[in-house]
């Protein structure tokens, strides 16, 4: 993933480097812009084992500001925001890769630097016994479950 | 033994001829008996399946989920309507937004599990759920409008489709709150096992339909224009997403 350009930030930002597991670091910056989750929508994508976005809806590239095709390829964690604990998506890939599904609040890191928060839901494709890849499919969240969730990441990290 | 095929019970009423043309166009092209058959309720449609009692349906996404995984079933077609979801309130409601709902609110709908988990996942913002809402089961969307109007309920859900065709004298009492967009959820007409031999030659003669201008008018008294091939691959991320959402 390229690191994130000055170009693209919308308002005053901050610069943090985000540490991934697999070793690999980002520049992203960010800003206090929240974009309101928008009514009645479903942010869907799936993604292959290595969590390599392979399809989007159109909810998906609006709300993250980028073009589809800047979108398919790249990992999911384009989107990681770095308010989000390590421990939180630690928890995802154990979850989903057990064959289970995750629930979770998320916020969600946008191109122009801005975030948006987000329920969502990350179940295993499993064809034949096998599972091939994911789907995360999210969902507007109540605003007294993400302020739950902001004590609760802030206490995490 | 005829084989037998059953509509999703969330149709409109005047669907329902249509319905029965569709079949003896099935009967036609496939050059089979069919029987088809109808059922007042998504609970009575259901064990009819459970029975293998249905060969060919036209399925709500979320049947098709149980069709597919469970009972072997395949798409031979969907229209590419989408199916979506409107919350309504009366039209001189004080409610202007989801947020504003309070637990307590009570709500009137059918039994199509669509459409109730969708409504029910629109309602998440308000921090409001199946504990601690109460659900008022109708017979049929004009019965949830029915149901707002005459002050027993304080929401309904209904398939946004339905809300459209409701007379304009009972959609002006009503205001919709809120209808989600979802885009990728559609019904799809399935085969099971016993004509699954069949399903390329259906699909032909499904998506070649809309040519015929007779055939098209059926499929627009269906409520659609065309049927598009659904190949496995796109049914099964289908159901995948159903069961994400489902809790």
């Keep these: ?4 350009s000055p170009s693209d930030i919308q308002g005053d930002y901050q610069e943090t480097t985000l540490k991934y597991f697999d070793g690999n670091q980002r ?3 960010v800003t206090d812009i929240e974009t309101p989750y928008p009514e009645g929508k479903l942010i869907v994508s799936r993604t292959d084992t290595k969590g390599n976005i392979t399809h989007c809806n159109r909810s998906f590239i609006d709300m993250s500001g980028y073009e589809e095709s800047e979108i398919i390829g790249q990992p999911h964690a384009l989107l990681r925001h770095p308010d989000m604990p390590a421990a939180a998506f630690e928890d995802l890939w154990k979850t989903v890769q057990a064959g289970d599904k995750w629930h979770g609040y998320v916020k969600n890191l946008r191109k122009d630097g801005g975030y948006y928060w987000v329920y969502a839901t990350v179940i295993p494709n499993i064809r034949k016994g096998q599972v091939i890849g994911y789907t995360s499919v999210r969902r507007k969240p109540s605003r007294q479950k993400v302020e739950e969730a902001i004590t609760t990441y802030a206490n995490m990290n | 033994m ?3 095929f059953t509509v999703s019970p969330d149709f409109g009423p005047n669907q329902l001829a249509g319905w029965h043309i569709f079949n003896t166009w099935l009967q ?3 050059d089979t008996d069919i029987h088809f058959e109808t059922y007042d309720s998504f609970e009575a449609q259901r064990q009819a399946i459970d029975e293998d009692n249905v060969d060919i349906i036209y399925a709500n996404p979320y049947d098709a989920s149980f069709l597919v995984r469970e009972k072997g079933f395949v798409a031979a077609a969907t229209p590419q309507k989408p199916d979506e979801t409107t919350i309504a309130v009366l039209v001189d409601s004080p409610v202007q937004e989801i947020e504003a709902l ?3 609110s009570k709500i009137a709908q059918t039994n199509d599990p669509d459409i109730s988990m969708m409504g029910m996942l629109m309602l998440e913002p308000a921090n409001l759920n199946a504990g601690n809402t109460t659900a008022i089961h109708q017979d049929s969307y004009i019965q949830v409008a029915k149901a707002l109007i005459q002050g027993k309920a304080d929401i309904g859900f209904f398939l946004s489709e339905a809300f459209d065709e409701l007379s304009s004298l009972v959609k002006s009492q009503l205001r919709p709150l809120v209808s989600s967009d979802i ?4 019904h799809a007409l ?3 096992p ?4 069949r399903k390329e030659e259906l699909t032909n003669k499904l998506t070649s339909m809309d040519a015929d201008p007779q055939d098209k008018s059926l499929l627009q008294s269906l409520g659609f224009e065309k049927w598009a091939p659904m190949d496995e691959d796109e049914m099964e991320f289908m159901i995948d997403l159903i069961e994400a959402l489902a809790a």
């Design chain 1, 27 to 29: 520049k992203v910056l």
């Design chain 2, 183 to 186: 885009q990728i959820v559609s």
């Design chain 1, 1 to 4: 993933m390229h690191d994130m």
């Design chain 2, 190 to 192: 399935l085969i099971g």
């Design chain 2, 2 to 4: 005829p084989y037998q």
């Design chain 2, 28 to 30: 036609r092209q496939l």
């Design chain 2, 194 to 197: 016993k004509l699954a031999d």
């Design chain 2, 102 to 104: 309070t637990p307590g």
